[in-house]
């Protein structure tokens, strides 16, 4: 049945050809077998007719159920349908297990609830700053009831992300879907608002699927919001997610995905030309995010959920028929136990992991003791040796940049991450101990980030940033108070490098400045998110394999890590609360900075070649010097008697 | 003095097999435990050769029990009760005081009574304590990967390591103290070393009235 429905879709993509003036790309008519699209509006009529904003609902609910699969995305609900309990909320403002209410220090601002008294951003605001981001549906149908799922932004094959953004920035979520075709030939704007381009239809007033480019989900798609994920070609690849206005999660857990050798990129690279690797040894092997990030009831990769399948069997093949999933693709994606507690959570383990495909033992077999090496760490701990990609390693609220943001540092790298100049030197990862499938505990490569913040009240929220910049700035720049604060080298202006509150007095004045603007109890905080880093994934020949690397005085498994350079004096951060790993470590004041320093007993380890136990070590020491005190000074005297004049009696 | 006929070809191959085995597994168990400290092989080569020279140490253990126990000779290393304390104390003086008058040893040594009883005190702990220590702990870590639970059970490589490093300290110690010691056997410096090479010892001709 399944290849029959392919057979036929394959012929209706390429059946006669139609007439449209606007040609379709080629590659993208090459790739697409999906039917033509009729395009219809909220009223089920075709928008060719009515001038109507598309309605993806109707257009796509023709085949594909589209409330279902908006139902079942949770890239849709945003975790407003994971409403935390008292118990489990990460910080006491937390309201939802996902963006949509849980806050988060990268983007700053907090969803308010209705009836909060000092109330941050709405949810016009919050979905202005996210909206870009959100694939629409979920908690901004409350919005705008067209505010749907936009099955394009993944989909097609060039889904026009600006004009979307514009069309959201003014409110307009109903367009939303109609903005995302501008640059396709079918739609353009005009004075008078969007407008269809009738030529660019077929004669009876349906799209070619060729022309949408309509296809499964590729990882450009998923890269779009995640990090990087450039369409295989010869171009050199660029880090387009470097942008410090929004932060990309790529710039916490360095999401590049190409399979362009890392010399042939277009990232200043720190010895490049000896990074012949590409940037994820998956992609280069032609392998797409949904190979281990699939739909729950994708009948060809079986991502089902490992929960709901009989324990006593070992693959359940009695999937989905494909024209049933056709009709109701899963969009709740298999996902892993790394991420850090929010969207997909309710399925972590389903993804497929590593050892899903392949078998370890047979490779590893030149590694010493590798199945304590296999128990011991996750894959990723050897093969992701470095992130060639910047890292925030902190964010620091405490201070407003000139431009109204956080001041933040980034790992790897030696200058402004969004200047193509600017050398990328890697990360390092941290390793610390996760949970397994099983329930045993791995190491893995993580990112700390740090996040430095004001909050107020009790209970606490964090301070506005209305408030945050009233008491920083007055018509454009620093209050005097501040630069009086700040102002280090009296040249009356607050520079980059003054721009810290490592004092107690400069917290306390910040503070003051809070209150005189209305803020009540204001004090610092912060907090450490760890990320997992599970891309930029090495094959053998880059991946460690140094003994020394972790058998060593210098091992990775002990390096201290900088979590800040300047925190704000008196705060030590903690570990986020819902934190999907424990630090196995102290966090530690050392020159001025905050770092990490792990221990490897605290995650259950014992690395040879370490030193080991001091105590023991100096006990050791202490014994053996001893015993060669005692035999030299024994020694000594028989040597010293050897020599006193001889009473001449014979002993022999 | 008199020529005696101490130890067996045996008991010397296995005592310079013993020997070198131990001496090369501090060297690379010290390579494994400190690279820093340490820099020969390599951590990689360092752990094979470390693994193989324990094998050679447990075998070559195995084999001098089987010996001891099937010619009777063991016998020679076990205290005898009766006037223990005096000739342990004897053995002290003699350390403490006689070794410097040039005085005979107070213990005459025959084929069968080859150890004084502070040495063999001191070989009842190193062979019945601390190499089967050693030798326990350093199976269970080369064996942790097989028998995880095991290993756990005792409450992980850490504390294993821990046991397994401390004893290699105690076996340096005891090196240093048997080589200095193995000075003060024989007539002169090297007759101990000698004697371990040849078979024969020299020893002094009078019966000094505490010996048996």
Known sequence: MSVALLTLLTLVASGPEHEAPPPAPAAEAARSVHPDVVLRGADAQPVLQTGAPISLTKTCGECHEADWIEAHSYHSAFGSNRPYTDEDRPRPWDRFAGPWGRWSPLVYQRLSEPGDPRPDADLATWARLWGRRHVGGGPVRELAPEAEMNCLLCHSAKPNLEARARTIDAGEWRWQSTATLEGSGLVEATEAGWAYVPDAFLPDGAVSAARLGLHAASAQACGTCHGAAPAPGPTPVTLPHLDRARPSPGLTDGLVYSGQPMHLSGVNLAGKTELTRPWDIHAERMLSCSDCHGALNDPVHGSRDKKEQPAHLRAEVRGMALQDYLRRPDHDFATGRAAPGVLGAQHAGTMKRCEDCHDANQTHQWLPYPARHLQAMFCETCHVPRVHSPLIESVDWTVLTPERGPRTRYRGVTGAIDDPGTLISGFEPVLLPRATDGGATKVAPHNLVSAFYWVEGDPPTPVRLVDLEAAFFWEGDYTPGIVLVLDEDHDGRVGPDELRLDTEVKVAAVAAALEAVGVPSPRAVGEIQPYALSHQVAGHGFALKDCATCHSEGSRFTQPTRLAAQPPAGVVPGLVKDSPVPLAGDVVHEGGELRYVPTPAKAQLYLLGQGGNTVVDLAGWASVLLVLAGSILHGGARVMARRRPDDGEDRS | ?212
């Open chain 2, 1 to 212: 003095m008199r020529r005696v006929y101490l130890h067996t070809v045996y008991e010397r191959i296995w005592h310079w097999w013993q020997a070198l085995a131990i001496m090369l597994l501090l060297v690379t168990g010290l390579e494994v435990h400190a690279p820093h400290t340490v820099a020969l092989l390599g951590f990689r080569y360092a752990v094979f050769v470390h693994n193989v020279l324990g094998l050679a140490l447990l075998l070559n253990a195995a084999l001098g029990l089987f010996y001891q126990l099937s010619t009777g000779r063991i016998r020679s290393f076990l205290p005898e009760p009766r006037d223990f304390i005096s000739l342990a104390l004897r053995q002290v003086r003699y350390y403490l005081r006689g070794i410097f008058k040039d005085e005979p040893h107070p213990i005459a040594k025959t084929p069968m009574k080859r150890l004084n009883p502070l040495q063999r005190v001191t070989y009842l702990a190193i062979l019945n304590v601390l190499l089967p220590l050693q030798i326990v702990t350093g199976v269970l870590i080369w064996g942790g990967q097989r028998w995880p639970s095991v290993v756990q059970a005792l409450g992980g490589l850490g504390p294993l390591a821990t046991i397994h490093t401390l004893a290699a300290w105690l076996f340096a110690a005891f090196v240093l103290m048997h080589v200095y010691l193995t000075t003060t056997a024989g007539h002169t410096w090297s007759a101990g070393v000698l004697g371990m090479i040849t078979g024969w010892e020299e020893v002094e001709n009078h019966q000094p009235k505490e010996s048996q």
